[in-house]
Nanobody
Framework: QLQLVESGGGLVQPGGSLRLSCAASGFSLDYYAIGWFRQAPGKEREGVSCIMRSGGSTNYADSVKGRFTISGDNAKNTVYLPMNSLHPEDAAVYYC??????????????????WGQGTLVTVSS
């Protein structure tokens, strides 16, 4: 069974940091593209970042550039999203998704994508 499990969410003060993890089981992420998405209450889901495991290219939403860094660990079959200088507007449920790297980054509209269950990030003082 193909599965992604996110972890690392929690409550953090503005300006603080968290590191999200996306662990895969049932398949290897080596040739997949992995994306992080987030959805805040009452808002549409938005793409945050994506990494192509083969080649290592990355991209980021403008709102997180310079603060978030996506990376992967082949040995642990896990992708990470360290998040620094968190703002209240970063609060959301964060999801990771994976799709075969030949089709590009996950979009949320490809039936071949594998999605995790999400992890909640709360940014509040």
């Amino acid at each position: 069974q193909l599965q992604l499990v996110e972890s690392g969410g929690g409550l953090v003060q503005p300006g603080g940091s968290l590191r999200l993890s996306c662990a895969a089981s049932g398949f290897s992420l080596d040739y997949y593209a992995i994306g992080w998405f987030r959805q805040a209450p009452g808002k549409e889901r938005e793409g945050v970042s994506c990494i192509m495991r083969s080649g290592g290219s990355t991209n980021y939403a403008d709102s997180v550039k310079g603060r978030f860094t996506i990376s992967g660990d082949n040995a642990k079959n896990t992708v990470y999203l360290p998040m620094n200088s968190l703002h209240p507007e970063d609060a959301a449920v964060y999801y990771c998704a994976a799709v075969d790297g030949t089709v590009g980054c996950p979009t949320g509209y490809n039936y071949l994508e594998v999605w995790g269950q999400g992890t909640l990030v709360t940014v509040s003082s």
